[in-house]
């Protein structure tokens, strides 16, 4: 498997642990419509979260949510959208980006940027 995509899976992971440690319920993982994809969809009171996890090794190419294109964000609207359409129940979103530093496969940094606009 591709180091980028084990990465990826080990980011994801520990992203759903500090979600559910922060009182979100998780909804789905790696939720796909057409090509679209959201990482992480959970809800926390009223609210429903479309969640873009990006993990790093270390800072060498950038922190992780500097890598997070337009493109990348635009496609997460795009399937949020269909989720609501398909899951009307839920009145208020929010996007959000969590950030994952790891080193040496231990977690170095995490935050998350919360209510994120494009």
Do not use: C
């Amino acid at each position: 498997m591709d180091t980028n995509k084990i990465t990826g899976n080990k980011g994801e992971e520990i992203g759903v642990a500090y979600l559910q440690q922060k009182g979100f319920a998780i909804l789905a993982r790696n939720w796909r419509f057409r090509h679209w994809e959201v990482d992480i969809i959970a809800s926390k009171g009223m609210f429903l979260y479309f969640i873009e996890v990006k993990t790093r090794n270390s800072h060498r190419y950038g922190k992780p949510e500097e890598s997070i294109t337009r493109e990348k964000m635009s496609n997460l609207k795009n399937a949020a959208e269909e989720y609501q359409y398909q899951h009307p129940e839920w009145k208020y979103i929010q996007f959000n980006v969590l950030a994952i530093t790891l080193v040496k496969e231990e977690v170095k940094e995490i935050f998350m940027i919360e209510d994120v606009y494009f």
